[in-house]
């Protein structure tokens, strides 16, 4: 009896190696280096307090090209990159402009980050160790009954900032950390200027101290609700004030 002859196996597309096929131009070193520009000059505008004053902020290429030590090249291209982001718009003529939001724009900023902030702070107390946890505590020991935040705001509204900066960095999670660095030019500006005003300095502090106690103990429930009401209650102060913040 004659052996049956084998088929040859077929083989489906997705059996074979197109590697050879692709078309790809290599990694160009500029393109590296135009987003280690970028990062740089987003990082530079976030550090900004564009709040404090009345007066519109302004960049420009030229001098931004010679303080980083660079061609106008990869400058024009990471401003084109936040432009996009909304952090600035070129203005033919001028310049560019780092961009305020509208009072309702800042107020919903602000409640992105109430939603954001607290679940880092239920990831804290569900993740972070003790020794983390009392870094926050740290921030605040130098605040008491002598020295107390309304008296020394500028130093205090320093804290305040790292405070929240530090809880979302502590929860572990990059992409917190990615959403808030792009609301934290407005939401920080918003909190530098309104900590000064009536008593939300004192305010401020015992609520940043019940949050860090709820996180001792573990309670991501309490921990989340206490630091979505933390920054909800500046949203509601934007929208009570915010004719005399955005006149």
């Known amino acids: 009896m004659m052996a049956k002859a084998l088929k040859p196996k077929m083989r489906w597309p997705l059996d074979e190696d197109l590697s050879q096929d692709l078309v790809l131009k290599r990694v160009a070193p500029e393109m590296s280096f135009k987003t280690k520009v970028y990062g740089i000059l987003k990082q530079a505008v976030i550090g900004m307090d564009i709040y404090g004053s009345a ?23 990471a401003i084109a990159m936040m432009e996009q982001e909304g952090f600035v718009r070129s203005v033919p003529r001028k310049g560019i402009m780092v961009l305020k939001k509208t009072k309702r724009e800042v107020i919903g900023m602000v409640q992105a980050w109430a939603a954001l902030e607290s679940m880092a702070a239920r990831l804290v107390a569900e993740q972070a160790s003790d020794a983390e946890i009392a870094t926050l505590r740290g921030i605040f020991q130098s605040f008491n009954e002598a020295h107390r935040p309304q008296e020394n705001l500028s130093e205090y509204s320093a804290a305040n900032i790292t405070f929240h900066q530090t809880l979302i960095r502590m929860s572990g999670s990059s992409v917190l950390v990615d959403l808030t660095d792009n609301l934290l030019l407005h939401v920080r500006g918003i909190r530098q200027l309104t900590i000064g005003r009536g008593d939300r300095a004192e305010k401020s502090i015992r609520d940043h101290l019940a949050i860090i106690e709820a996180l001792e103990k573990g309670d991501a429930d309490l921990a989340e609700r206490l630091s979505r009401e933390h920054t909800m209650a500046l949203a509601a102060y934007v929208e009570a004030h915010g004719d005399t913040i955005f006149d």
Do not use: C, F
């Open 55 to 77: 007066a519109q902020t302004w960049l420009d290429e030229r001098q931004l090209s010679e303080k980083l030590g660079v061609s106008r090249t990869p400058v024009r291209e």
